[in-house]
C-alpha cells in the first residue's frame, strides 16, 4: 500500500486517503479530550535552549535531539553540499520539539493550579533516529497528546481511566495490543528517581504486533511541576501525566492488519469514541 504514501529518509508525504483516515482518527481523540474536559491548544514547533535546558533534556535526550541554526553570512551558495557543514551555521537558539506535551508545562510555568487542568494539543514532532522505517518510524511526525496537571490522584485517575479505553477502542478496529512498560529517560538510570520507575512504572506504551508503539501512557510524577514551578493548592509541584497518540503509527498498524483503507475508515466511523 506504499502508494498510499511516501517515506524517504524519515520525511513522509501521506496521500488523500491517509490525510481523510488520520482526521477520523484524530477526532476519535479530540472526542476523549472533550469528554474529559480537556481544552484544546496549539504551541509553536519550536522550544528554546533554555527552556529545553531547565526540563534536563540535553541530559536526558541528546539522541533524539535536533536544533535549529541560521546559515552564518554572507550565505554563498551551497553547490548542492548536503548535508550543510556545521562551520556554515550560527549558534542555535531553538531546538524542535519532539513531544507535544512539554510545551504545556513550560506554558503553565509559576502557575497556581486551584483544580487539576486538562489540555489536549497536537503537534509535528521531531527525532533523531538511529533508523527510519516507512509509518513505523519517522524523523518527523504526528502526536496528539492529553495531559493532565494536578494532585497525583488525579493524573493517576486520568491515566488509568485512558488504559481500558485505548485497548478496547483498538480491539474495535482489529488491533490488539498490548500494554508494556517502558522506560522513561526523565528518571536518571543512576538516581533514586530510576529507583521508584522501577517499583513505580511511570511509561507504559501500547504495543502493536509485539514491536510498534502507537500510544503511550506517561506519569512524570512531579517531575515538570518542580522544573517549571507548577505548584498545588496546598503549596507542593504538580504532578503530571500525558496520553499519547503517534497518529502515523496509527496509521501504520491499521494498514498491516485491515486489507484497505476504505475497510479501515468505517472501522473507525462504527467504533464510536
Known amino acids: 500500500m506504499t502508494d498510499l504514501y511516501t517515506a524517504r529518509g524519515g520525511l513522509v508525504v501521506l496521500g488523500p486517503e491517509l490525510v481523510r483516515l488520520m482526521d477520523l482518527l484524530d477526532q476519535r481523540f479530540q472526542d476523549w479530550a472533550r469528554e474529559c474536559g480537556a481544552a484544546p491548544m496549539l504551541f509553536p514547533p519550536l522550544l528554546s535552549t533554555a527552556d529545553l535546558a531547565s526540563i534536563d533534556y540535553f541530559d536526558n535526550f541528546p539522541h533524539l535531539a535536533l536544533m535549529t541554526a541560521p546559515l552564518r553570512l554572507p550565505a554563498d551558495k551551497t553547490d548542492g553540499e548536503a548535508p550543510l557543514a556545521a562551520e556554515r551555521l550560527g549558534a542555535s537558539a531553538y531546538g524542535l520539539v519532539s513531544a507535544a506535551c512539554y510545551n504545556v508545562y513550560l506554558h503553565h510555568r509559576s502557575t497556581a493550579l486551584a483544580a487539576p487542568r486538562y489540555i489536549t494539543t497536537v503537534a509535528k514532532c521531531f527525532r533523531n533516529e538511529d533508523h527510519y522505517d516507512g509509518l513505523r518510524r519517522l524523523h518527523g511526525f504526528t502526536m496528539r497528546e492529553i495531559v493532565c496537571l494536578g494532585p497525583r490522584e488525579a493524573v493517576l485517575d486520568h491515566l488509568a481511566a485512558f488504559r481500558p479505553k485505548v485497548v478496547e477502542f483498538a480491539a474495535r478496529l482489529g488491533l490488539e495490543l498490548a500494554v508494556q512498560p517502558a522506560s522513561d529517560p526523565f528518571f ?29 501512557l506517561n506519569f512524570h510524577r512531579n517531575f515538570f511541576g518542580e522544573r517549571c514551578d507548577i505548584s498545588l493548592a496546598d503549596g507542593g509541584p504538580a504532578y503530571t501525566g500525558c496520553v499519547a497518540f503517534g497518529l502515523e503509527r496509527w496509521l501504520a498498524a491499521l494498514l498491516e492488519t485491515c486489507s484497505g483503507v476504505d475497510e479501515i475508515a468505517e472501522r473507525v466511523a462504527e467504533a464510536g469514541p
Open 188 to 216: 536518571a538510570k543512576d538516581g533514586g528517581r530510576a529507583l521508584l520507575a522501577q517499583l513505580f512504572p511511570v511509561k507504559e506504551e501500547f504495543v502493536h504486533g509485539g514491536s510498534l508503539a502507537i500510544g503511550s
